[in-house]
T-cell receptor, first 115, second 116 residues
Framework: DAGVTQSPTHLIKTRGQQVTLRCSPK?????VSWYQQALGQGPQFIFQ???????QRGNFPDRFSGHQFPNYSSELNVNALLLGDSALYLC??????????????FGEGSWLTVV | AQKVTQAQTEISVVEKEDVTLDCVYE???????LFWYKQPPSGELVFLIR??????QNEISGRYSWNFQKSTSSFNFTITASQVVDSAVYFC?????????????FGGGTRLMVKP
């Protein structure tokens, strides 16, 4: 049973460029969330996708956008990259169930460096 | 607003010592969920435990144990007889009932170093 998979694992971009990160959720999961983790800090929630729609959003600018596909996989896009966008981007998957808590599983992340 | 505080930024112990990682949370909800994750240098967040707010029983899993106390809004994590492989950053996280565990608020993490 494959867990959460992310690609690419590492990438370097130049300020002003755009980047796309990809995530495949754990088998059976229908909800994907993205988190940004700056060096030495805890992960910060960016947004969550369910049924191909953005359901919740954290305190991130519109430069951060996403998409969820019919197979539940997801993409995170960041436009006009800033040096401060350098971070580990984590994808998390779960099964949406508002009646009980869910276990959220994370991928290994994509390390983005903006130069 | 939700908040998770891990006051210990870094802890260093010698192998076989017991160590407790503290976690204090804030939430207005009566139903919420608490988590602990381990993050090794590779970056992946490894799930350790999920606890519902209405279940205050402490839990033990091998060398790991968790002490949940609603009265003090704390969810502490103890590693007994620590090993070098326990070295990692540990995160405590909180999710409220509206998100049913799908959106996490993380603490700043505690870096645990276990020396041989």
């Amino acid at each position: 049973d494959a867990g959460v998979t992310q690609s690419p694992t590492h990438l370097i971009k130049t300020r002003g460029q755009q980047v796309t990160l990809r995530c495949s959720p754990k088998s059976g999961h229908d909800t994907v969330s993205w988190y940004q983790q700056a060096l030495g800090q805890g992960p910060q929630f960016i947004f969550q996708y369910y049924e191909e729609e953005e359901r919740q959003r954290g305190n991130f600018p519109d430069r951060f956008s996403g998409h969820q596909f019919p197979n539940y996989s997801s993409e995170l896009n960041v436009n006009a990259l800033l040096l401060g966008d350098s971070a580990l981007y984590l994808c998390a998957s779960s099964l949406l169930n508002r009646n009980s808590g869910n276990t959220i599983y994370f991928g290994e992340g994509s390390w983005l460096t903006v130069v | 607003a939700q908040k998770v505080t891990q006051a210990q930024t870094e802890i260093s112990v010698v192998e076989k010592e017991d160590v407790t990682l503290d976690c204090v949370y804030e939430t207005r909800d009566t139903t919420y969920y608490l988590f602990w994750y381990k993050q090794p240098p590779s970056g992946e967040l490894v799930f350790l435990i999920r606890r519902n707010s209405f279940d205050e029983q402490n839990e033990i899993s091998g060398r790991y144990s968790w002490n949940f106390q609603k009265s003090t809004s704390s969810f502490n994590f103890t590693i007994t007889a620590s090993q070098v492989v326990d070295s990692a950053v540990y995160f405590c996280a909180l999710s409220d009932s509206n998100n049913a565990g799908n959106m996490l608020t993380f603490g700043g993490g505690t870096r645990l170093m276990v020396k041989p």
